[in-house]
């Protein structure tokens, strides 16, 4: 292997230890949140999560990813400290004026969705708290300080774990206690993380930086929403169209197979993204990538339905372990890592990149909605994945169609 390999694959043992020991802790408080609330409080603590990655969105405007992008071009001191101070600067204007625009959002619009006020105002503290985690990570991610990126997952689980544990025991116990876990878990990780990154922030605004994170910010927003749209509007839908139970029981499933392979994803991408972003030739990326495709579609879907079967029988047998749900999820897990390895490797071009990723994404969810629309009313749960894997083939078929390095079959 060249160096770079060799040294991919050592910051890549960094970021999967690290999130394998957070991983520990995190499987051990949803499973605990699940088997103690029940599939209905399971279903409103699911629910403020789905809410919340869509109210986060406005907040970050992009500016994280565009961060990553440039920092991690190049490593030198005062363009990185330049590049985040002058994205900080930004987001804090684009959260505070999103916070003001949330509370002042319609009531009817909120029954329509058949959210509640209290629901929904923890939605915009949660989202808060997590932008801001999620900018102080991708900080670090895009300095390459992967040793220090491998340990956050590991701190901040551990936290949400014992913050769980030692407020679990008061009666009644609903699922606020269980977000209150996790909004303190995310503030005291993102103070560490402040700590640690201190020599990079100033009260500095370079305009020049401004223009050009806005120009790839501009781009990235609209894949970061779409991104964020197709698996939280089915879990939406569910809760309009069905019940809060059934949507814990999704959530349940979900847990077991998406974010499972979403997780092992993001170590990757915590290292590839970068490391995509410094490489020039991306066809030598995406032809390996297709070497791969083949066994990541047939071993990961049987490796998911395993895990899918352990996780939901540990939730207990108040989530109904059903087959066709145990495939379809399986099936949903993998097309999303493979399609969100095409879509970060494009990312990484730039703005030629980003634009493409954008056109895919926007596609995808418009194909999601419409079919979740009409499957989760019919087919129920089974429904949602349907709709979701459908819009991610097409999705990645158009992504490698129009692609301009080369055609889908001379890869």
């Excluded at 493409?356 to 596609?363: F, G």
């Amino acid at each position: 292997m060249s160096e770079g390999v060799t040294h991919f694959f050592k910051n890549l043992s960094y970021v999967g230890f690290g999130t394998f020991i957070g991983t520990a802790f995190l499987f051990t408080f949803n499973v605990l949140v699940g088997r103690l609330l029940g599939p209905l409080e399971y279903g409103k603590f699911s629910l403020v999560q789905s809410i919340s990655m869509f109210l986060y969105v406005p907040m970050l405007m992009g500016y994280h990813n565009a961060m990553v992008k440039y920092n991690a071009e190049e490593e030198k001191y005062d363009r990185q400290k330049n590049v985040i101070s002058t994205t900080y600067i930004l987001v804090l204007i684009f959260t505070t004026i999103s916070v003001i625009i949330y509370l002042f959002i319609p009531q009817k619009i909120l029954e329509y969705f058949s959210v509640s006020n209290e629901i929904f105002d923890l939605c915009i503290l949660f989202s808060v708290l997590y932008a801001v985690y999620m900018l102080l990570t991708a900080t670090v991610n895009g300095l390459h300080k992967m040793k220090a990126f491998a340990m956050i997952t590991p701190i901040y689980s551990t936290i949400l774990l014992f913050t769980f544990l030692s407020i679990a025991y008061i009666k009644p116990l609903s699922y606020k206690l269980a977000i209150f876990s996790m909004l303190f878990s995310y503030l005291i990780t993102s103070c560490l993380i402040l700590i640690y990154i201190r020599k990079y922030l100033t009260y500095e605004f370079d305009r020049k930086w401004a223009h050009t994170l806005t120009n790839f910010a501009i781009y990235s927003i609209i894949g970061s929403m779409t991104f964020v749209l197709y698996p939280n509007i089915n879990q939406i839908l569910i809760n309009m169209y069905m019940s809060t139970e059934n949507l814990g029981l999704y959530n349940a499933y979900s847990f077991a197979s998406v974010n499972i392979a979403s997780l092992i994803f993001n170590i990757f991408n915590g290292v590839f993204f970068p490391v995509a972003s410094k490489c020039k030739d991306k066809t030598v990326i995406l032809k390996r990538i297709n070497r791969i495709a083949p066994y990541l579609i047939i071993f990961g879907t049987i490796f998911i339905i395993i895990v899918e079967f352990i996780i939901l029988n540990i939730y207990g047998s108040k989530y109904t372990i059903k087959i066709p749900l145990l495939f379809s999820f399986a099936i949903l897990s993998i097309l999303i890592v493979y399609y969100g390895t095409y879509n970060w490797t494009f990312s990484s071009e730039g703005l030629d990149g980003v634009k493409l990723v954008n056109k895919t994404s926007i596609l995808i969810a418009i194909i999601n909605v419409i079919l979740a629309m009409f499957f989760i009313p019919y087919l129920g749960l089974i429904g949602a994945t349907i709709s979701t894997s459908i819009a991610l083939v097409i999705g990645v078929y158009f992504l490698l169609s129009k692609g301009k390095y080369f055609k889908y079959d001379k890869i």
